[in-house]
């Protein structure tokens, strides 16, 4: 089983239909004070650990998540469960809400985004050692600074292959709980200008070089997956309308561990990332896509050519 760690949310999705950029002047940046007339509002299920495993139940793989919710969650969970993901490890926190994700989108797809973590301020006081079954592979993703420590630490001591995932987490952790969630990590994975952030707090590069797989996600560009042989450029996968580009990124890693998990070949995951991405891009919300293995197969076969035995 897959399980995941990180944020359980809702999402407060809004557009505007400018570009941030326009309304920005550079020598003034050190005193922001911007207010965005918006046209729509909706408010979505998200968070991480909940966008990834809904995804990969969608492509059968068995996934649990080991988070904190608050009293609100009820029917985000019986979601979940229809969905085939197991919730038994979710802690509910009767005296707080879910956490909350805002973010604002601009035509040219930027975004600007706050979060407030609500019942995500407990997970520290979880344990992957209390799981049972034990995890075959954990997916670290943004939580809690001092939770996502704590299971990084905890992977190693049970010898768990994680993939780390520090995400929009990455201005809130220390130099320190960056390095030791990357020292030992199997996968790390970021879009391209985290992965510069990144680069740029390690002093240490061998760290980079030490990983199974390094996966960059470039949007629209696709993404470039690399180990110590090879580096592997993943063509984006065709898009049938840009909707809502929140959550392609989940979708993105449920695609390519679906793939990971099975022993396929690490091209043949990046493309599933790619066909997964775009299912999400095409629905408003991040958990609104809804498709068959039998049509993921055929849309992977109609993008790159080839068959996928899944």
Avoid: W
């Avoid at 909940?50 to 969650?73: E, M, P, Q, R």
């Avoid at 299971?151 to 994680?162: D, G, M, R, V």
């Avoid at 993939?163 to 709980?177: I, K, N, R, T, V």
């Amino acid at each position: 089983m897959i399980t995941i760690t990180g944020s359980l949310a809702f999402d407060y999705i809004m557009d505007y239909q400018g570009i941030f950029a326009d309304h920005i002047m550079p020598d003034k940046i050190h005193k922001l004070n911007l207010s965005f007339y918006l046209e729509t509002l909706n408010k979505q299920r998200g968070g991480n650990a909940g966008n990834i495993a809904y995804t990969l139940s969608l492509l059968k793989s068995s996934v649990s998540i080991l988070s904190a919710a608050g009293k609100d969650f009820a029917e985000y969970e019986k979601f979940l469960k229809d969905s085939g993901v197991v919730t038994s490890f979710i802690k509910i926190i009767e005296n707080e809400a879910t956490a909350s994700a805002f973010m604002m989108t601009d035509k040219n797809d930027n975004q600007i985004s706050g979060f407030y973590p609500g019942a995500l301020k407990q997970t520290a006081t979880l344990s992957i050692k209390a799981l049972d079954p034990k995890p075959e592979f954990m997916i670290i993703s943004p939580d809690n600074p001092s939770s996502m420590e704590l299971f990084c630490k905890e992977c190693q001591q049970l010898s768990i292959p994680y993939m780390f995932d520090p995400g929009m987490q990455l201005p809130a952790l220390s130099d320190e709980q960056l390095i030791e969630g990357i020292k030992r990590a199997e996968i790390l994975i970021g879009n391209d200008y985290e992965m510069e952030l990144i680069k740029q707090r390690i002093k240490d590069q061998e760290l980079l070089k030490g990983l199974k797989v390094l996966i960059t996600t470039l949007g629209e560009k696709g993404s470039i997956i690399q180990t110590k042989d090879q580096t592997i450029q993943i063509n984006p996968a065709k898009v049938e309308k840009v909707v809502d580009p929140t959550g392609a990124g989940d979708a993105y890693r449920a695609g390519f561990l679906a793939g990971y998990l099975k022993d396929s070949d690490l091209k043949i995951c990046g493309q599933m990332g790619s066909i997964s991405a775009c299912y999400a891009i095409e629905k408003y919300g991040t958990s609104n896509h809804i498709f068959s293995v039998g049509e993921f197969v055929e849309r992977y076969k109609e993008n790159f050519g080839e068959e996928l035995e899944f």
